[in-house]
């Protein structure tokens, strides 16, 4: 058993100083800036029709702070409100004869709601308003049109009553229509939609963009992350699109989420919860029921405090929020490639079972608004997240292979909303500060045991080859106009810069890694971990900077019309440009040895080659900015009646995403700070190489720092026996099309929906290997296929190109069911059925495309990121003891695995095959099955709102074990002792993001 703990902590940010200190500057040229904005894509809009003998007007007004927006009626008796921040309302409708009040509905995010209003009606029709002061608006009355977009809105009912075992607000998107929420066995939480991965979707809060432009989340402070985006207690509600959404959204080509934080009221409100488990409260995990051990010690408390209120009544409010977690996870340390632990010599038997890692996080967030005058509202806000973890995962590292992680992330936002009766402007200016950084937790060389013909990891233990330190920093000014003035047309149009500072600092096999065939033994035995056949070890060249900075400039503009063709015909018309400028990769020139080292003279390989190496060097002035990046967005909907209670819906639109800086900087960094390879002739027949500087045979003092230094002096100057990498300089943008048709019905509370989309994205950007054979070959050929791993240029290692190519489709069928939560009706249920054909041409979320000389040469087959069934419902019950149940069940199909076949007899064809998994659970593909009951004790005596809350989660209710480590070996078809497992088979212990049963414990207190 061995805990490991993270005690480093970071050097380079003050925290809570610098956050002051922005928070400042953001107020100061939020304060001077006096610049028109407009509704963003976080708002909701209100609009209608009221029928009256002469003019009218129609105010909203937010119960809770007192905000308000008027709008005049027109001729016609329509009124629009076109921003409005999602809350609680209430209408005064002021006609000839006087000012009627509604009582109080609720805006969500995102929506975009109708409310019609006839004074001209007879009393007892049906459509009539209520006579006298007030106006009831039932649901009924209160309309929402969704337009073309696919998509699902997580109301905070849904965010506080769930049951979750991670305070992850996002954890409830997967009850959208083909977006999966996914949690892997390390506690690393992503989102995908479609078949893309995780580096394609793109999350809004308060419409600011979160997006990562340097490492693969998706969003920053996600990668290789137990912790959470943001407070959860923060935030009020958010709104998730899988498809077809408007022209606003920017840098996102599969799933889309707008968030708001929560503001503080005119009345003082603030919340307290611990939640609380530990090894006692959990089952066994599989590795200690099969162990016969005891359960490692475990626990995972998370807490936190928000409060909010008025400053000023009516004027000025606050909201303030922290939230902790302080988790010791156990993570399984298991053989690899289907092996058992007595496959191993004894002493590295000890080496595998269970252990702890450890992970803290912390988040603030504060935010102040101010309406000065009617027409005006100002916010700031500001968030700082800091976090300290052991990277340790499960799977076959061992202790010795664990990293200490910084991830530290400071956002400050600043916003200036100015409505008139026909346009409104939003202005915001933002700051983030992002940094991303581990360090391996011993310096010692690194081993890595592998098989004999997948070179899969049996196990890894000595120092860890991870050292980074990666991030963002910079500002956005973003500005957003929308005009009402024009009869049936809300018209909106935005412009964004962005001037960002991208940095990578990349210091990988720092601690140099040592490769091992367990299965060729030179000395005679059944088990080699004595004679490596490789070498990689980093070292500096001397002839550039190791640390890499990009100053990037990012600049977006958008038109987007939403058109009332008819009174059942809305057409949403839009279209954006997007343009980033990369100094790092534009103005890159290719260093004269590398460039040497692929010359004709010195590397003839690449004559007969089916790619030209010239595309790929870079001079400094030929690489320009993609100019290409057009995005219609069209969307439509049409309402079957007139109550609008049933309608079609459909659209298309083109989005680009973005190429990941993480991947660009590779060409710089292997020139500064370089992974050598050296392979080693031992007589081992699968791992063999043509003598030269950097093929030599084995001597034990190549383990040592003198041996490296030995093998360095044999290879030229400056990179010298390392890699080469080169990336295309007609470097394209991904991007998706998405295609959508459904239709809608709505039955008082209840809301159907069915539909079909198809997404296909395009220019993914993958690694290829550049090596040729003598005669320009991948393959040799009438040979047993074999990438040419062997065959670098002389006094280097192998050749790496990056280029576009890698895509995906998915078809999905979806049905989803809505039943509103109402006091009258105090229960709630959402549940999406989703069926997705998907296909990808590389394995999905691989880069690293080194099995086949050309993309092209990859096939089309389905994809192993994405399940064909997938089944989420979630809902909750108020019953009558003060008690609240509510649940979510997962249900999905087994996941699909490839490998390759090397055919070793003619035609010699290396092959890409596929299986379904032989499922992932104990009774069903995949299947989780979450409860929650919650108690909620008033004590008036304090306020009228106190209350005291217990609850009880029990996560993973049926203790499925849904299963991670499956045999992707398609060779082996038959169980030996070494391998128990066949392809598609279990092939180890480890289980997903769900943990065994497990009961959390929770206490709250409200006021």
């Known amino acids: 058993m061995a805990f490991l703990r993270s005690n480093r902590r970071p050097a380079r940010h003050g925290g809570m100083m610098r956050l002051a200190a922005a928070l400042l500057a953001t107020g100061a040229l939020t304060a001077l800036v006096a610049t028109p904005a407009h509704a963003q894509e976080n708002n909701a809009s209100l609009r209608g029709r009221v029928t009256v003998e002469g003019t009218a007007r129609v105010e909203a007004v937010e119960v809770n702070t007192g905000l308000r927006r008027s709008a005049e009626v027109g001729p016609d008796g329509s009124y629009n409100l076109a921003s409005l921040r999602p809350g609680t309302y209430r209408l005064e409708i002021t006609t000839p004869t006087g000012t009627r009040n509604t009582d109080e509905f609720t805006l969500n995010v995102g929506q975009n709601a109708e409310l019609d209003f006839d004074f001209s009606a007879a009393p007892d029709q049906p459509d009539a308003v209520a006579e006298g002061e007030g106006i009831i608006v039932t649901a009924s009355r209160l309309r929402t049109m969704e337009g073309g977009e696919i998509g699902t809105t997580i109301t905070p009912r849904l965010i506080e009553q769930l049951p979750q075992n991670n305070r992850n607000f996002l954890a409830f998107a997967d009850l959208a229509p083909g977006v999966q929420f996914v949690t892997g066995a390390n506690g690393e939480s992503r989102l995908q939609g479609g078949a893309q991965d995780s580096r394609s979707v793109n999350i809004f809060i308060d419409g600011i963009g979160q997006k990562d432009y340097v490492l693969k989340s998706g969003i920053t402070g996600q990668d290789s992350s137990q912790g959470n985006p943001f407070p959860q207690s923060a935030i009020g509600e958010y709104r998730v699109i899988s498809s077809n959404y408007k022209a606003e959204f920017d840098q996102v080509s599969s799933v889309a989420i707008t968030a708001i934080t929560k503001s503080g009221t005119n009345e003082f409100h603030g919340d307290g919860f611990i939640d609380f488990t530990n090894q006692s409260l959990r089952e066994k995990t599989p590795i200690e029921i099969r162990n016969g051990a005891d359960k490692v010690k475990t626990k995972d408390i998370q807490f936190g405090a928000s409060l909010g209120g008025p400053i000023i009544r009516d004027v000025m409010h606050f909201f303030v929020a922290y939230e902790g977690k302080r988790q010791e996870v156990p993570v399984e340390i298991t053989p690899g490639n289907g092996r058992t632990v007595e496959s191993f010599p004894a002493e590295y038997r000890e080496l595998f079972g269970t252990v702890n890692r450890s992970f803290n996080e912390d988040l603030f967030f504060g935010k102040l608004d101010f309406s000065p005058t009617s027409k005006d509202l100002i916010e700031l806000s500001g968030k700082y997240r800091d976090e300290t973890s052991v990277g340790l995962n499960s799977g076959q590292q061992a202790v010795s292979r664990a990293t200490d992680t910084i991830n530290e992330e400071i956002r400050i936002l600043g916003r200036w909303e100015h409505s008139e009766e026909s346009w409104i402007n939003d ?274 003092i190549y383990l040592t720092e003198e041996g490296r230094q030995q093998l360095l002096a044999g290879t030229a100057g400056g990179r010298g026996g390392g890699e080469l990498r080169f990336i295309n300089n007609d470097l394209k943008t991904p991007y998706s099309d998405q295609f959508s048709l459904g239709a809608r019905g709505r039955f008082d509370l209840v809301q159907l929906e069915a539909g079909y989309s198809h997404i296909e994205s395009k220019d993914g950007f993958a690694y290829l290997l550049g090596n040729r054979r003598p005669d320009g070959s991948f393959f040799a050929p009438n040979q047993r296929p074999d990438s040419p791993f062997g065959f670098a240029p002389p006094g280097f290692g192998s050749i790496l190109i990056g280029t576009n190519g890698i895509e995906t489709s998915a078809d999905s069928v979806y049905l989803k069911l809505t039943k509103s939560y109402r006091p009258s009706s105090p229960w709630s249920l959402d549940a999406t059925y989703t069926y997705t054909e998907a296909e990808e041409n590389r394995a999905f979320g691989e880069v690293f495309s080194l099995d086949y000389a050309s993309l092209d040469d990859y096939p089309v087959l389905r994809s192993s990121g994405v399940r064909k069934h997938r089944f989420v419902a979630a809902g909750s019950v108020d019953l009558p003891i003060g008690v609240t149940l509510s649940s979510k069940i997962t249900l999905a199909s087994p996941p699909f695995l490839k490998g390759f076949v090397n055919q070793a007899t003619a035609p010699f064809e290396r092959l890409v095959v596929g299986t379904w998994a032989d499922s992932n659970g104990d009774r069903w593909g995949l299947r989780q099955v979450d409860l929650a009951v919650t108690k909620y004790l008033p004590l008036k005596f304090l306020t009228k709102e106190s209350q005291l809350r217990l609850r009880v989660d029990i996560i993973n209710l049926f203790n499925d074990r849904n299963f991670v480590d499956f045999n992707t070996d398609p060779n082996d078809t038959t169980s030996t002792v070494g391998s128990p497992s066949v392809f598609g088979g279990r092939s180890a212990y480890g289980i997903g993001g769900n943990p065994t049963r497990t009961i959390k414990l929770s206490a709250g207190f409200s006021f």
């Open 427 to 700: 202005f915001k200016i933002a700051y983030e500060d992002v940094s991303w950084a581990p360090t391996p937790r011993v310096f010692e060389n690194g081993t890595i045991l592998q098989a004999t013909n997948t070179r899969a990891s049996l196990l890894e233990l000595g120092g860890s080859g991870n050292y980074q330190d990666k991030g963002q920093k910079g500002w956005t000014i973003q500005d957003d106009f929308t005009f009402t003035g024009f009869k049936g047309h809300t018209i909106k149009a935005g412009v964004k810069a962005k001037f960002v500072k991208l940095n990578s600092l990349q210091l990988n096999n720092t601690n140099a890694q040592y490769f091992y065939n367990t299965d060729f033994n030179p000395n005679g035995g059944t088990f080699n971990a004595t004679i490596p056949y490789r070498v990689q070890f980093g070292a500096n060249t001397g002839v550039a900077d190791p640390i890499v900075k990009s100053d990037n400039f990012q600049f977006g503009i958008y038109l987007q019309d939403d058109w009332d063709v008819t009174e059942r015909l809305t057409l949403n018309l839009g279209l954006r440009w997007d343009y980033e400028k990369t100094p790092a990769f534009l103005d890159f020139v290719t260093p004269a040895d590398a460039v040497a080292a692929v010359s004709p003279a010195n590397y003839p390989n690449l004559n007969g080659a089916d790619y030209d190496i010239r595309d790929f060097i870079s001079t400094g002035s030929g690489r320009e900015p993609f100019l290409g990046a057009f995005q219609p967005r069209i969307g439509f909907s049409y309402d079957l009646d007139e109550e609008g209670r049933f309608q079609v819906f459909g659209g298309y639109g083109r989005s680009y995403d973005r190429n990941q800086f993480d991947f660009l900087q590779q060409e710089l960094t292997q020139g500064a700070f370089t992974t050598r390879t050296f392979n080693f002739i031992t007589g081992d027949p699968l791992n063999t190489c043509v003598a030269g500087p950097t093929c030599v045979a084995f001597n034990p």
